[in-house]
């Protein structure tokens, strides 16, 4: 997902909008790019590859003393990844620039009747449409920047997120966005626009969320924000409760590294105050009632990557806890096999960032059918929030590495606490019974604290598969989803071929990859499901039996795997539903020491962006 970052004040605006495109890189990008208003001119600057390239170039000329000015990083959908694809965009004249997140849908179409108007457009983007629509709005006298780009909006479709300045309007900078994040930061004297707010941190944490369609004139010492018709429009101001140093890797080598590290804190900030003054479970901003929950018959769970796995897990906890039917789907989908929704189906969308556009568009479908949808998300301010009718935020802090870690152990952590919170209003389980669980789950930092006191023979065993090329991973119950999940982050970090099977299936298919040596990660049920635990050992007998090296993954005590395991990861005994807490660590570990073996960039895999923000 591209970054963007603007700025108005009285500090040199280069400097501030490259330090916050640094912070944006593990959103992911393929080029990158500034502009700066100065002496009445527009300075541009865009490189393709990674943001050193651009820094290069600035360096090579002297730097523009201008206090006013844009940057982007851009993740490529219209056209490769060139310097003149690259953002900002601009004008015939070279007075407008525009920097732009996200697909307009309709760009062929504008860009035909602009061609036809004599407009010559020199990139393959769909975003320089918008520069060349904007310098016929000023020429025909739009009334200033904000009303132009208001107008220019109008006629976009498909998501987007712009800022725009213009040499001829040298104090100003104008945001807009649809289905796309951009955020406000206020601070004295300077403010600025960003897509995240890890962009600005250094230099203030109050931050105003931007709702959907509206558009934001920044100036130094005010901010005007109005919607598309430029009425005066509602706005939610917050605080951000993280500052600069959480976005920084604090001695790790990686910031993948360090928030594996963080995780038992990640899981105890997101049980904090949890149970209120009457020992009750409460949630963050539930605004579905007790009665509406109680008429609910069904749960759908729609979530993309990592998070559609969160979601396979809770379901076994929903309807374990709760007794309600439940049913998980890949958001990317939802909406177009037209799915049966009611007035008590809840719908529950899980998305870290809140932009997931995928996710975004399955809750809009959801709330078109009168479906109540409540959001798990970890960013505030985010679109998600707003659009649900109920959220419980996971409080993980930034997560910079794209591949997600302390997220995901968060996200399971708020599915649990969603599904007890369902069964304590639903009648299904006692009071004392919630509130023994919460407890039980406020032990499991302590645990996953435990676990990585133990990964060194797993960074061991990483190192020495790193010239493999395949790895399977098995599990069975809530191991079905971890196994999913330690395959997918080998995909996404070493680049490898990696697949994840529930174990009862293995004899419909998978078997016959089994080959000799073959690495084959197991994760095996705690023993108090003595069903399920002994079927998996069988299991891992069979892949032995036919040369696999067997890696498995079993709670302490358990040594009845002992025979079957060429190499033994042990992890602390805790109940089934509760496993993934602990089982997934081992794998976030495997994967980012295998990719490091290879010499890959864990923090940013090769074609991937932290936040997909376009279906």
Known sequence: MCGIVGYVGSKPALNVVVEGLARLEYRGYDSAGVAVLTDGALMTAKRAGKLVNLRNALDEEPAPEGTVGMGHTRWATHGPPTDRNAHPHVDCTGR?????????????????????????????????????????????????????????????????????????????????????????????????????????????????????????????????????????????????DWDVTAAEKGGYDSFMLKEIAEQPRAVADTLLGRIGTDGRLTLDEMRISDEQLREIDKIIIVACGTAYHAGLIAKYAIEHWAGLPCEVELASEFRYRDPILTRTTLVIAISQSGETMDTLMAVRHAREQRARVLGVCNVNGSTLPRECDGVLY????????????????????????IA?????????????????????????????????????????????????????????????????EGALKLKELAYMHAEGFAAGELKHGPIALIEEGLPVVVVVPPRARAVLHDKIVSNIQEIRARGARTIVIAEDGDDSVVPFSDTLIRVPAVPTLLQPLVATVPLQVFSCELARAKGHDVDQPRNLAKSVTVE
């Open 394 to 417: 996971t409080h993980a802090g930034p997560e910079v590495g794209v591949a997600a870690t302390k997220t995901f152990l968060t996200q399971l952590v708020a599915v649990y606490l």
């Open 420 to 484: 007890l919170y369902l069964a304590q209003v639903r009648g299904t389980k006692w009071g004392d019974e919630v509130f023994a669980m919460v407890q039980l789950l406020a032990t499991m930092p302590e645990k996953v604290e435990r676990v990585l006191e133990t990964m060194e023979p797993v960074r061991e065993l990483a190192r020495s598969l790193a010239d493999e090329r395949c790895v399977l991973f098995l599990g069975r119950h809530v191991g079905y989803p971890v196994a999913l």
């Open 96 to 240: 407008i620039a525009v920097v732009h997140n996200g697909i307009i849908e309709n760009f062929a179409a504008l860009r035909a009747e602009l061609t036809e108007r004599g407009h010559r457009l020199d990139s393959d983007t769909d975003t320089e449409v918008v520069a060349h629509l904007l310098e016929e709005e000023l020429r025909d006298g739009a009334g200033g920047l904000a009303e132009a780009v208001r107008r220019v909006c109008r006629r976009l479709e498909g998501a987007f997120t712009l800022v725009v300045v213009n040499a001829d309007d040298p104090d100003v900078v104008v945001g807009a966005r649809r289905n796309s994040p951009l955020v406000v930061g206020v601070g004295e004297g300077e403010n600025f626009l960003a897509s995240d707010v890890a962009a600005f941190i250094a230099h203030t944490r109050d931050a105003i969320e931007l709702g959907q369609d509206q558009v934001v004139e920044l100036r130094r010492d005010k901010v005007t924000i109005t919607d598309f018709q430029g009425r005066p429009a509602e706005v939610r101001e917050y605080h951000v």
